[in-house]
């Protein structure tokens, strides 16, 4: 007898026959805990030797399907892509397939999935992702409508003020009545820093945050460290300053950005705010660089980038932790629009609006001038393809090894701190870094955790907190999610989070 059954999942492991107990040598469904549907009788067994009428009989040839439903715990079998209808209710949980055999030399073909169902299984589960999605959205709200209406504008004003979106957030604060709590300077110093981190340029980035916020990283050695090479690899991308400042060309990236940070990111490494600042690593260049003053194995000095002509802001709107700067700050670098520096060329953002300001073309840095966009199919090179920049990245690096050992000596073993300063350095193992087993941490999206990580400490200098509220519920919501799985709760199998955010 040749007997071809298939197998389909619901959330979790159903079966044509099954049981949630040991072993059984009776017929499916006879022993306690055991659920079956006989062929030779067209029977449903459960939990007992005596059938009852269910469907047809089936033989060699037709494909039987089980699908147990978590969700109301029920379970149907199908006949040749047919539904016969509601055999079991009220299973229990934990429940594992079995098929029974009579004559000696029968087969059964199983199918757990690996090919097509016969069954339209697809088509059942949007109906039960219709039906959840629909009682989710019938929850009663009650008389308390407007006391989460109003809880919810605070959670997205506090949002869009962490992320950086100034317009945006002034915007929806007057539109809603409420007040932004925190200073408009203070919110486009971050926003500018923000902007250098997503677009590679680190040193400037790193300069920028010890302009603005001066004990920031004296106080958090790690964060600096993390920054530090993050900008190595934006080096070997051909993205940082130090580099492109070398007048390299460099071939089109094939890297982009789209533009802001991912929502509800969590950043993937957490700087501590414990450990005493590494003074031998101060920057003394306008990049960011930092140049030895007495631990660096030898020294060395950088010339400075002249700034972009004909776009400074006043020296008034610029706030050092609430006071007054007298460093300028770039009109383009305000708008939380990120300007690509892939491998040493210029991309602009492709949106159109960001943060309520329309797009515009950022005048190229005097030091970028020379600099030609070559086809987007050429190989990209090391550092922009400069040889100056080679030399210049590989300085650095002996630099951030100086680094991390003085790191080691005063704070002690750091274990992140050592496979970070690993995995970045493993790219100049490559010829082609890009396409190699390290080459993820070149692509542009690995900017977003070490953004998300500055600009929580940053945050954290205005006692604000380091995740915005929205995104602790999402994260919540997420988690009960798991959980509900965990325990066998079949309906967050439909209740994604992701769906209601998008």
Known sequence: MNLLCFYTFFYSLPAWCFCSDTLHFHPSGWDKHSYGYHGDDGHSFCSSGTGQPYGPTFTTGDVIGCCVNLINNTCFYTKNGHSLGIAFTDLPPNLYPTVGLQTPGEVVDANFGQHPFVFDIEDYMREWRTKIQAQIDRFPIGDREGEWQSMIQKMV????????????????????????????????????????????????????????????????????FMLKVRQFIEMVNGTDSEVRCLGGRSPKSQDSYPGSPRPFSSPGHKASSSQPYLTGFDSNCCNGVTSSKSHSSSPHSHKSCPPAAGSTLPVSDISINGSRSQQPITSNDVDMEVDHFTNGVTESSSNGFLNGSSKHTAE??????????????????LCGGSQAAIERMIHFGRELQSMSEHLRRECGKNSAN??????????????????????YQLDSIQREPVCSTLNSAILETHNLPKQPPLAQAVGQAAQCLAIMARTGSGSCAFASVDDYLH
């Open 418 to 439: 050592k496979k970070m300063l690993k995995d970045a350095f493993s790219l100049l193992a490559y010829s082609d870094p890009w396409n190699s087993p390290v080459g």
């Open 364 to 381: 190229p840095d005097d030091c970028d001038a020379d600099m030609e966009v070559e086809s987007a199919q050429s190989k990209r090179q």
């Open 157 to 224: 004003a506090s949002y869009l003020v962490h992320h950086s979106y100034c317009a945006t957030a002034e915007a929806f604060a007057k539109s809603t009545d409420q007040a932004v709590h925190e200073e408009l300077a203070s919110i486009k110093n971050r926003q500018k820093i923000q902007k250098l981190v997503l677009s590679g340029r680190m040193g400037e980035a790193i300069e920028t945050t010890q302009q603005l916020y001066p004990n920031l990283l004296e106080r958090n050695p790690d964060l600096l």
